[in-house]
């Protein structure tokens, strides 16, 4: 909560509290004789009252001017930089050409797997197993998840940055991955 909603709370309970204060003052002073007057009691806490709205004032501006609830500029220019290109790609690509891109690229990534995996095996038990093959697969999958995806972007006239925004709306929108 921030600290200048506190001072806004207490303007609030303090009119109920001066109300019980200035019918009974004795309850401010039990130890003396002589009660404060009623009029010291009431311009104390119309005095309180004012300090209390100044530093709601003050703190709600600088709350307001604080960095974090400052809209960026620069953020602000490139969020829309992001839906012109998206709205660039979708007249390009439409939606079922980028679901079928999409559907391209895991297809050519689990090709790439698999077929690392066959050079590669990476189960102990597999008769071809050797140390070191689960990182010769890796490096084996990568190489050719990168050229497989090439293959798919030269196809298509893609560009990597096009594709990594095929790929947040499909995470976005739950796209299959079969």
Same mark, same amino acid.
């Given at each position: 909560?921030? &600290? ?6 207490? &303007?609030?309970? /303090?009119?109920? /509290?001066?109300? =019980?204060?200035?019918? +009974? ?13 009623? !009029? +010291?009691?009431?311009?104390? #806490?119309?005095?309180?009252?004012? =300090? #209390? ?7 709600? /501006?600088?709350?307001? +001017?604080?960095?974090? @609830?400052? =809209?960026?500029?620069?953020? !602000? ?5 992001? &839906?012109?290109? /998206?709205?660039? #790609? ?42 070191? @093959?689960?990182? +010769? ?14 293959? =798919?972007?030269? !196809? ?16 976005? @929108? ?5």
């Amino acid at each position: 909560m921030p &600290i200048f909603l506190i001072p806004s709370l207490l &303007i609030v309970i /303090i009119p109920f /509290i001066s109300i =019980v204060f200035f019918t +009974k003052p004795h309850l401010l002073t039990p130890k003396r004789k002589t009660p404060y007057s009623r !009029k +010291k009691i009431f311009f104390g #806490l119309v005095g309180t009252e004012i =300090v #209390l709205i100044i530093i709601f004032i003050v703190g709600l /501006i600088s709350y307001s +001017k604080s960095p974090e @609830n400052q =809209v960026n500029l620069v953020d !602000k220019q490139t969020h829309e930089a992001q &839906i012109e290109n /998206i709205t660039s #790609l979708e007249k390009k690509y439409p939606l079922t050409l980028r679901q079928q891109i999409f559907q391209e690229v895991v297809a050519v990534e689990d090709r790439a797997r698999d077929e690392a995996e066959v050079r590669f095996p990476t189960i102990v038990t597999h008769p071809d197993y050797q140390e070191g @093959n689960i990182e +010769k697969m890796l490096s084996l999958m990568d190489e050719l998840q990168e050229k497989y995806r090439n293959e =798919v972007f030269t !196809k298509h006239n893609l560009t990597k940055e096009e594709f990594r925004q095929i790929s947040e709306e499909a995470f976005e @929108n739950d796209w299959a991955l079969d």
